[in-house]
Each structure stands twice: as C-alpha cells, then as structure tokens.
C-alpha cells in the first residue's frame, strides 16, 4: 500500500520560513514525480509545485514562484518543501501528492497524504 506522510508543518510569522517533508513508502519513489498542493478554508485544492522523477525538472504556481523551493532525495523517499518569505495567503493545509512519471497540472495526482497545516500570521 501506497504511504505518504508529511510533516514540518506549524505556526509562522509572515516573512519567516518552514521546511516540509514527505515521505513515501509502498511505491517505486524514483519512478514517481511528486508535488505539493494546498487548500485554504473555502477554497479549492490547488496545486502549488512539483517535481519529476529524476528531480531535473519543476514547475511552481504563480503565486510561490521565487518563495517556495521543492527537492527530492530518492535515497530517503523524501520529497521537501522549502517554504521562505511566508505569507498570510500561504495559510492552508498542505497535502504530498505522488503520480507514476509525471505529475500535470489540473490533473488529480494517483496518491496523497493526509495534509500538514500551515498558519503564517501577520
């Protein structure tokens, strides 16, 4: 079975910074492009970044472009999220996503975690 579990999430001022971990078991990690995604209260999921199989390639939204960092060690399982220059709008619960090669935008990911909360306050 297909386990995804994140961690690192908390309680940040605005302008500070949090670093988010997922690790994977149940699946071939190396084969399998990651992501994050978040959802706020009211609003939909949406996708915030990813990263490919090998770790050559990734995309961000619009919205953390600059601020956020992913990376992935294939020898840990562990795909990361390093959060910098936080903002109130980045308050939500952030969920690891996992899909077989690649991972596209506006499409549903095959597994996800159960989600990290993140709170940054003003």
């Known amino acids: 079975q297909v386990q995804l579990v994140e961690s690192g999430g908390g309680l940040m001022q605005a302008g500070g910074s949090l670093r988010l971990s997922c690790v994977a078991s149940?699946?071939?990690?190396?084969?399998?492009?990651m992501g994050w995604f978040r959802q706020a209260p009211g609003k939909a999921r949406e996708f915030v970044t990813s990263?490919?199989?090998?770790?050559?390639?990734?995309s961000y939204a619009d919205s953390v472009k600059g601020r956020f960092t992913i990376s992935r060690d294939n020898a840990k399982n562990t795909v990361y999220l390093q959060m910098d220059s936080l903002k109130p709008e980045d308050t939500a619960v952030y969920y690891c996503?996992?899909?077989?090669?690649?991972?596209?935008?506006?499409?549903?990911?095959?597994?996800w975690g159960q989600g990290t909360q993140v709170t940054v306050s003003s």
């Open positions: 149940g699946l071939t990690f190396s084969s399998y492009a």
């Open positions: 996503a996992a899909n077989p090669w690649t991972l596209i935008r506006g499409r549903v990911p095959a597994h």
């Open positions: 990263i490919n199989w090998s770790g050559g390639g990734t």
